[in-house]
């Protein structure tokens, strides 16, 4: 049977006053599959090890199928946890490593029929005989799986289980560990940075920063409606673009969004979410458009929906099916600090690190607005002393131009044309100083009693 697995409340110091995993709930139905989603050291893995029984909580309750389960030992959890090094025995060839948890288990039965109907099952059958230091890292990756599977366990961890190994192997294994935990029909938890591996395994996705949950979701939700602009700009290449803008809802004139040298009319009527934001007149937000949001075509070309603006080529990318075409709109691009940035969320003493003036004053502004805790984004290098970049995301370095547009190769552009764009609407976030989502309205209000 499928294990239910939650964590109601769930805090973790390993260091006295530094909270890496902070009042973190989840439900995780019987069977299914979420991937914990986060930049390096957001505290995936402490959680993981947390329900795998590795580590004790240092607050709040663990649960499986509803039972109270901090105090449980691994094996007293019938989980199976998959890491990222294998963690195969060097000494064991593959049928004795896949055997060996079910030797453990019960020594007087033959783990034989089992592990060979495991490897069956993997398509490892030819690699029984073999040594790990005889494999290829997809082949010990397969091994340790089947070591995994063979138990038949109510729950699977996998932390990063796909991370060493090379772009082609990791999206076919991607596709083996859907279709697997999916014909087992087991509850998997599976830890990654890598959002797009997030994104097409998970039922859901539950995305950390600095040890508290953001937002979990479905795929499709967490893309289409983040919560905040950290999920925003976590999820989805290219990076969503996100803009300084500043709401102007005159009373007798258009509602418009200035982005510095330019502005986006919104378009009369006013849509609801549009109408809701001109209380936000004379604020600083934060703009993102998703590369799918903005096209290069002129004016007379602009669908319903559709605004005109205009940028100044900077730098062209070639992808081959593809071309990503780096813009100068004369808007200042928001910054996301710390997107990558591995750090404690709270020190011994209680304040953390200064960043910045402006930042830390917003950070504290934000603290209990959302149920995810402060999400702060807004960067006023002028005010925070010298700017600092935004940390690339994934290796991704954010190159020259404000804005980031795909278009087909068959555009010939060269940096310093002047290229008319059209926004559409439809696809626009607005997200106020603090980064979290005012348009479209958002599905969780700020929690006024926390
Ligand atoms: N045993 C430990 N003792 C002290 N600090 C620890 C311990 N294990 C983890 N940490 C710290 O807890 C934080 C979260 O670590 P964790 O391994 O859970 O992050 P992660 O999101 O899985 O990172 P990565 O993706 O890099 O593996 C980090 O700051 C890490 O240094």
Do not use: W
Not at 68 to 93: C, I, K, S, W
Request: glycine share 10%.
């Amino acid at each position: 049977m499928p294990r239910a697995v939650s964590l109601d409340q769930v805090s973790k110091s390993y260091t006295q006053g530094v909270r890496v995993v902070q009042r973190l709930s989840l439900d995780i139905e019987p069977g299914e599959f979420l991937v914990l989603l986060g930049p390096s050291g957001c505290g995936k893995s402490t959680v993981l090890r947390m329900i795998a029984g590795l580590e004790e909580p240092t607050e709040g309750e663990v649960r499986l199928d509803g039972e109270y389960a901090n105090h449980l030992a691994p094996a007293e959890r019938d989980m199976a946890m998959v890491f990222q090094n294998y963690a195969l025995y060097p000494t064991m060839n593959s049928r004795a490593n896949i055997g060996f948890p079910l030797r453990i288990e019960d020594p007087g039965r033959d783990p034989g029929p089992r592990v060979q109907a495991t490897a069956r099952m993997l398509g490892i059958e030819d690699l029984l005989d073999r040594f790990p230091h005889q494999l290829s890292g997809g082949e010990r990756q397969r091994v340790a799986m089947g070591r995994a599977i063979a138990r038949h366990p109510s729950a699977f961890l996998m932390d990063e289980p796909l991370a060493n190994l090379d772009a082609k192997l990791r999206s076919h294994l991607r596709a083996e560990i859907a279709r697997l935990t999916r014909d087992l029909d087991v509850t998997t938890l599976y830890v990654t940075h890598d959002q797009a591996e997030a994104m097409s395994l998970g039922d859901r996705v539950a995305v950390l920063r600095g040890g508290v949950l953001q937002q979990v979701d479905t795929p499709r939700t967490v893309y289409a409606l983040p919560e905040n602009v950290f999920v925003a700009a976590f999820i989805g290449t290219p990076r969503i673009n996100l803009l300084r803008g500043v709401v102007l809802a005159p009373l007798d004139g258009a509602m418009s969004i200035g982005l510095g040298r330019q502005a986006l009319v919104l378009p009369e009527p006013l849509s609801p979410d549009h109408r809701l934001l001109r209380v936000q007149q004379g604020r600083e937000v934060i703009v993102g458009l998703r590369s799918e949001a903005v096209r290069l075509a002129r004016p007379t070309r602009a669908r319903p929906g559709e605004v005109a603006m205009s940028g100044l080529v900077e730098h062209v990318e070639f992808q081959g099916h593809e071309v990503l075409v780096h813009l100068d709109t004369g808007s200042q691009p928001a910054l996301v600090p710390d997107l990558e940035a591995p750090r404690p969320v709270s020190r011994p003493g209680g304040r953390r690190r200064r960043e910045g003036g402006v930042l830390d004053r917003l950070r504290g502004r934000a603290a209990g607005a959302l149920r995810a805790g402060p999400v702060v984004v807004l960067e006023h290098p002028g005010d925070a002393g010298p700017a600092r970049p935004a940390e690339p995301l994934s290796g991704e370095a954010r190159l020259p131009g404000d804005l980031i547009v795909r278009t087909t190769p068959d555009h010939a552009l060269r940096p310093g044309m002047q290229v008319p764009l059209l926004v559409d609407l439809a696809h626009l976030f607005v997200f106020d100083h603090d980064g979290i989502r005012i348009s479209p309205t958002p599905t969780h209000l700020p929690d006024l009693q926390s």
